[in-house]
């Protein structure tokens, strides 16, 4: 159980990513992957598709999703799991995060030309699903394409940080709501990518314990973005606080994510998997219910 490669955490072209959700279900396979999750930004609409390409391939599925929330003026990311895909609360709530988008882009734009860089707004939107979607990703793509930086993390550096000429600041959910949208459709909550955040240690804790009050369950520790002391030191908040571990690779697209879907280490050791909270499915002692993995046994077997 300890050592099931699990990769809950990648993008399709439903938010930020570049393939489709059946491409990462096969690239998923292809890197040894025996539990995986597709986590778009705010949006479910390929959790049925990315589900149906999973299990035609005989790779166990957990719905997923990445919900942007603002704590104390920060960005951060928090990962849910297992939930009803069709829950119409969290639905509604999402599509609510999501209307604020558009018009952060527009502002972008605009910003973007004042710096020198005409044009962004559209190139972004022809780029991305859809207006509700346009994510600093897609702004970052058009740059490179322009030939304006060498690549998508050069612009992230040099215009989309906070502090830089493309930066909007904007306000996502609340960790509260976020927290409840997904418990509320079934699911179990982590933080995403911890060591990613501008925190103090108080301001940390208070993100920790604040995010357990509402009723989260799980932090990332392994991860794409999570260097082998940050995985370890986020092994230790995980034990201190009794948060369950999760792993994945936050997959956006070749070329330009250095880790490819299954090929992370396996978790620390002393941490509890998050995926034990399915290990009744996993093992097929009952029937799972709705976004819960499906074809299971196979998945434990080798682990
Ligand atoms: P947004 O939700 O529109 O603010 O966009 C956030 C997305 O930008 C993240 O999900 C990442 O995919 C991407 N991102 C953030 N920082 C960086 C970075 N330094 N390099 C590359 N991509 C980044
Ligand atoms: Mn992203
Ligand atoms: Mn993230
Ligand atoms: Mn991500």
Redesign the pocket.
């Given at each position: 159980m300890h050592s099931l490669n699990a990769d809950l955490?990648?993008?399709s072209t439903a938010s930020d990513g570049s393939l489709t959700p059946g491409e990462l279900a096969s690239r998923a396979r292809e890197g040894g992957v025996r539990l995986w999750s597709l986590?778009d930004?705010d949006e479910l609409v390929a959790q049925h598709e990315a589900r149906a390409a999973a299990e035609s391939l005989g790779l166990a599925y957990v719905s997923g999703v990445?919900v942007s929330v603002t704590f104390i003026g920060e960005t951060v990311?928090i990962l849910g799991f297992g939930f009803d895909p069709d829950d119409e609360a969290f639905a509604a709530g999402l599509a609510a995060l999501r209307a604020g988008r558009a018009d952060r882009a527009r502002e972008m734009g605009e910003s973007l030309a004042a710096a020198g860089i005409p044009g962004a707004y559209e190139g972004a939107l022809a780029l991305a699903p859809n207006p509700d979607l346009v994510s600093r990703t897609h702004f970052a793509r058009f740059l490179v394409e322009n030939g304006h930086c060498a690549n998508v993390h050069e612009v992230f550096t040099r215009f989309l940080k906070e502090g830089k000429p493309g930066f909007v600041p904007h306000r996502w959910a609340s960790l509260g709501e976020a927290v409840r949208w997904i418990t509320g459709a079934g699911g179990v909550a982590a933080i995403?990518?911890p060591a990613r955040y501008r925190f103090s240690p108080n301001e940390e804790f208070a993100l920790f314990s604040e995010f357990q009050g509402h009723g989260g369950r799980a932090v990332e520790v392994t991860c794409g973005s999570h260097f082998p002391d940050e995985v370890k030191r986020y092994a230790e908040t995980a034990l201190e606080f009794g948060l369950m571990a999760s792993r994945g690779s936050?997959f956006?697209a070749p070329g330009e994510s250095r880790t490819p879907l299954g090929t992370l280490p396996d978790l620390p050791p002393g941490v509890t998997p998050l995926w034990t909270v399915w290990a009744d499915t996993l093992e097929g002692r009952r029937s799972p219910r709705p976004g819960e993995p499906g074809a299971l046994a196979a998945a434990t077997a080798a682990a």
């Amino acid at each position: 159980m300890h050592s099931l490669n699990a990769d809950l955490h990648c993008h399709s072209t439903a938010s930020d990513g570049s393939l489709t959700p059946g491409e990462l279900a096969s690239r998923a396979r292809e890197g040894g992957v025996r539990l995986w999750s597709l986590t778009d930004h705010d949006e479910l609409v390929a959790q049925h598709e990315a589900r149906a390409a999973a299990e035609s391939l005989g790779l166990a599925y957990v719905s997923g999703v990445e919900v942007s929330v603002t704590f104390i003026g920060e960005t951060v990311h928090i990962l849910g799991f297992g939930f009803d895909p069709d829950d119409e609360a969290f639905a509604a709530g999402l599509a609510a995060l999501r209307a604020g988008r558009a018009d952060r882009a527009r502002e972008m734009g605009e910003s973007l030309a004042a710096a020198g860089i005409p044009g962004a707004y559209e190139g972004a939107l022809a780029l991305a699903p859809n207006p509700d979607l346009v994510s600093r990703t897609h702004f970052a793509r058009f740059l490179v394409e322009n030939g304006h930086c060498a690549n998508v993390h050069e612009v992230f550096t040099r215009f989309l940080k906070e502090g830089k000429p493309g930066f909007v600041p904007h306000r996502w959910a609340s960790l509260g709501e976020a927290v409840r949208w997904i418990t509320g459709a079934g699911g179990v909550a982590a933080i995403a990518h911890p060591a990613r955040y501008r925190f103090s240690p108080n301001e940390e804790f208070a993100l920790f314990s604040e995010f357990q009050g509402h009723g989260g369950r799980a932090v990332e520790v392994t991860c794409g973005s999570h260097f082998p002391d940050e995985v370890k030191r986020y092994a230790e908040t995980a034990l201190e606080f009794g948060l369950m571990a999760s792993r994945g690779s936050d997959f956006h697209a070749p070329g330009e994510s250095r880790t490819p879907l299954g090929t992370l280490p396996d978790l620390p050791p002393g941490v509890t998997p998050l995926w034990t909270v399915w290990a009744d499915t996993l093992e097929g002692r009952r029937s799972p219910r709705p976004g819960e993995p499906g074809a299971l046994a196979a998945a434990t077997a080798a682990a």
